[in-house]
């Protein structure tokens, strides 16, 4: 989040770059997961180098943060 935030800053493109890079899927990946990971890998470095894209990606990001979130707690709750 931190990365796409400061996207102005030039070295955080880069940094983002490594991120992504280093998601990539090992060699026990299947080549189907591979390609679905470069199709991801790419959509989200485009994103992040258009303003509207990257504004509505750090959305969509926090939205799912949430939703996770709350999802464990409720999980946490019924465990007490």
């Given at each position: 989040?931190?990365?796409?935030?400061?996207?102005?800053?030039?070295?955080?493109?880069?940094?983002?770059?490594?991120?992504?890079?280093?998601?990539?899927?090992?060699?026990?990946?299947?080549?189907?997961?591979?390609d679905l990971?470069?199709?991801?890998?790419?959509?989200?470095?485009?994103?992040?180098?258009?303003?509207?894209?990257?504004?509505?990606?750090?959305?969509?990001?926090?939205?799912?943060?949430?939703?996770?979130?709350?999802?464990?707690?409720?999980?946490?709750?019924?465990?007490?």
């Open positions: 989040m931190e990365l796409l935030i400061n996207r102005d800053e030039k070295i955080n493109l880069a940094r983002y770059a490594y991120l992504l890079a280093r998601l990539e899927p090992d060699n026990k990946a299947t080549d189907e997961q591979k990971y470069h199709e991801f890998s790419k959509q989200m470095y485009q994103w992040m180098q258009n303003d509207k894209d990257c504004k509505e990606l750090i959305t969509a990001i926090y939205i799912y943060a949430y939703l996770t979130r709350e999802k464990e707690e409720d999980k946490n709750a019924k465990i007490r």
